[in-house]
């Protein structure tokens, strides 16, 4: 009952535990569109969940809400059995919910190094410009050392005095999520993390992925590669028209009817 991305206990154990996350009933209106509406469902520790559903179907608004970007307009966001409806992103990454976005958001003109030791900060107590300017040597000693092992995790060693502008997209990304690791996740949220990628770069990404919830991670993921979804996730929660469609394994979700119209086209499309 796991995807082919699961970790070492199966997702049935992951379930036994308290969700990570709990949407309950949350909407979230924009005058008098609703975009998500009434939307609940459950994140479990350790897992990889992932979120699908057509152009329009209120993914990313419900990535906003979960992520303090916007506040819903009903319903509550629950992170570890805490209500943080409402909060805004930097207080959420305090608490290590951090999430990635479409786009790559880099510090360009810095240097590889130089973006993941700023995403340190958020996981340090040393104030941000005490750690860009070295003054707390302790700590920043320790950020250092962080910023070494996350670099070498994500093979980005050889390319830690480049320019962030220079490197190929794939490598862009994987800087991306450089970064959202050096802030201490507990939850980490992936904002279509494969778009743009060439074959090569998916697979290497995917690996990346699976590599960080072996770190004990949990990740929960927006995409539209419908087969990096299906070998990544253990769990699918599929939306349509800003409501939960439906909700199940890759193989339930693949093989459901309502699924494949709404959204698959056909069950050949993530053979």
Known sequence: ?????????????????????????????????????????????????????????????????????????????????????????????????????????????????????????RSARAGFLSRVLGTDGAIEAAANRKTDEILEFFDLAELAEEQALNLPHGHQRALGMAVALAAGPKLL??????????????????????????????VMLVEHDMQAVMGLCDIITVMNFGTRLTEGTPEEVRRNPAVIEAYLGSAEHVA
């Open 1 to 121: 009952m796991t995807g082919k991305g699961s970790a070492p206990h199966t997702f049935e154990m992951a379930a036994a535990e308290n969700p990570i996350l709990e949407l309950r009933k949350l909407t979230r209106r924009f005058g008098g569109l609703t975009a998500v509406g009434d939307l609940s469902f459950e994140v479990y520790p350790g897992t990889i969940h992932g979120l699908i559903g057509p152009n329009g179907a209120g993914k990313t608004t419900t990535f906003n809400v979960i992520s303090g970007f916007y506040a819903p307009s009903t319903g509550q966001v629950i992170y570890r059995g805490e209500d943080v409806s409402g909060r805004k992103t930097a207080a959420l990454a305090e608490l290590g919910l951090v999430r990635t976005f479409q786009g790559t958001t880099l510090f360009q003109e810095f240097s590889v190094r130089d973006n993941v030791r700023l995403g340190c900060h």
């Open 189 to 218: 949220l992936l904002d279509e993390p494969f778009t743009g990628m060439n074959p090569e770069e998916t697979r290497r990404m995917m690996a990346l992925v699976t590599q960080v919830r072996a770190r004990g991670v949990t």
